[in-house]
């Protein structure tokens, strides 16, 4: 039988087959051994192959093929995780604040959505907490890019009406943004365990332990998954990032060197536009961080 992984912990998967019947699994054997070097074999959205045997229990003989994945790297793990498998949509869920705005963090979620094709867009929940200067400069910019920027409150319910995403959506933040309170109002009846802001860090508490994948009312699906601190960049050669900052790229084609690396070139368009006004200064400090970050992974 073929199914749809909703959830897994401890090894343990809730499956729903195709009849609508849910089955709790757990892998057979070895049979995911091809996907050594994941943090996670199996991962909200898949889809599986599984039985059940004569005593009633469900076992997972295949993952199929993923037509789209959205995963990190695990830099404890030291191994690629996978946040959501077979996702039409990422929406990268920050707070207007409690806690702080993060467009550095949202920028890097985009960059790895990017890299795995994946279309994302940005929910700023909070909004009844107001909406700051900062937050309108990077809407503009990231509209400009390509990215749409939802403004909404879970709590009073403005905007909420624009997030009846169709597909398979995952919601992908820090913790203590709202990605399950969003979901709570969205979908009547899921009642997802959410938490405070911890005043003294103004950081999420961790309540969502695991990913889960939700069945919405209008047809579409929701993958909740766990609140992070940081992401890592991984699989880009540094002189490609630039390509991820398509705003600051297009003030490069008239660089006096070619490659540039847009740090410390004579003639550099980049750093001509940036003493300009033409580029978000804080979007280009974001750029050279990760570049640098890219850099020190180079073995030579």
């Known amino acids: 039988m073929t199914a749809f992984v909703y959830s897994g912990i401890n090894n343990i998967y809730r499956v729903r087959d195709e009849d609508g019947n849910f089955h709790e699994c757990r892998i057979k054997g070895k049979v995911l051994g091809s996907h050594t070097d994941e943090y996670n074999p199996l991962a909200p959205g898949d889809r599986v192959d599984f039985f059940i045997t004569d005593e009633g229990k469900g076992l997972i003989t295949r993952r199929l093929e993923r037509r789209s994945q959205f995963r990190r790297w695990n830099k404890k793990g030291e191994a690629w995780q996978t946040a959501a498998a077979n996702i039409d949509l990422l929406a990268i869920v920050m707070a207007a604040r409690e806690p702080a705005f993060r467009p550095r963090f ?3 979620v985009m960059i790895t959505a990017s890299q795995h094709n994946i279309p994302a ?3 700023v929940n909070k909004q009844d907490l107001g909406i700051s200067e900062t937050i309108e400069q990077y809407r503009g910019t990231w509209q400009a890019i390509g990215i749409q920027t939802y403004y909404c409150s879970a709590e009073t319910g403005e905007g909420m009406e624009q997030l009846q995403f169709p597909g398979c959506t995952a919601l992908f933040g820090p913790s203590g943004v709202g990605k399950s309170t969003l979901i709570n109002y969205l979908v009547p009846g899921t009642e997802l365990a959410t938490a ?8 999420g508490r961790h309540v969502t332990n695991f990913g889960r994948l939700i069945d919405t009312p209008w047809g579409a ?16 050669e540094p002189e490609q990032l630039i390509h991820c900052f398509p705003d600051i790229e297009e003030h490069g084609e008239g660089c006096g060197f070619q490659p540039c690396s847009h740090r410390h070139e004579p003639r550099c368009g980049v750093i001509d536009a940036l003493n300009k006004g033409k580029i978000n200064p804080e979007r280009y400090k974001n750029y050279l961080l990760i570049r640098e970050e890219l850099e020190k992974l180079r073995p030579y």
């Open 106 to 108: 949202a920028e890097r």
């Open 121 to 123: 867009v940005v929910i």
């Open 196 to 203: 405070a802001i911890s005043r003294k860090f103004s950081r």
């Open 221 to 236: 699906w929701f993958i909740d998954t766990p609140g992070i601190r940081e992401i890592h960049i991984r699989d880009i």
